[in-house]
Nanobody, 119 residues
Framework: QVQLMESGGGSVQAGGSLTLSCAPS??????????MAWFRQGLGKEREWIAD?????SYANSVKGRFTISRDNAKNTLYLQMNNLEPEDSAMYYC?????????????WGQGTQVTVSS
């Protein structure tokens, strides 16, 4: 059962940009009481937290200054604006949601959207 749905992945050249979106399925309700986060997992690598948004925003050092997490509460949608992409950013990107705190566990997950950056 899909709980969160990511979209917006694709293939770009290094230096390009992509915007990912994440929205909940119809059978769950996520409001401002939830922390929402983005993770990624590259081929052969462990899953990596990259950003979250709850009372404020936080970023991993690897994406700080290039990625921006935002949330449209009216549309109940989370975004990840990714600029100046590098081949090292190639990964499956996942969104997650947890009520009341940003991790370490997240109750809801998406199935992921693939981002491929070529040099």
């Amino acid at each position: 059962q899909v709980q969160l749905m990511e979209s917006g992945g694709g293939s770009v050249q290094a230096g390009g940009s992509l915007t990912l979106s994440c929205a909940p399925s119809d059978d769950i309700y996520i409001d401002r009481s939830y922390c929402m986060a983005w993770f990624r997992q590259g081929l052969g690598k462990e899953r990596e937290w990259i950003a979250d948004r709850y009372l404020g925003t936080s970023y991993a050092n690897s994406v700080k200054g290039r990625f921006t997490i935002s949330r449209d509460n009216a549309k109940n949608t989370l975004y990840l604006q990714m600029n100046n992409l590098e081949p090292e950013d190639s990964a499956m990107y996942y969104c997650a949601a947890q009520r009341g705190s940003c991790g370490p566990l997240y109750k809801y997950w998406g199935q992921g959207t693939q981002v491929t950056v070529s040099s």
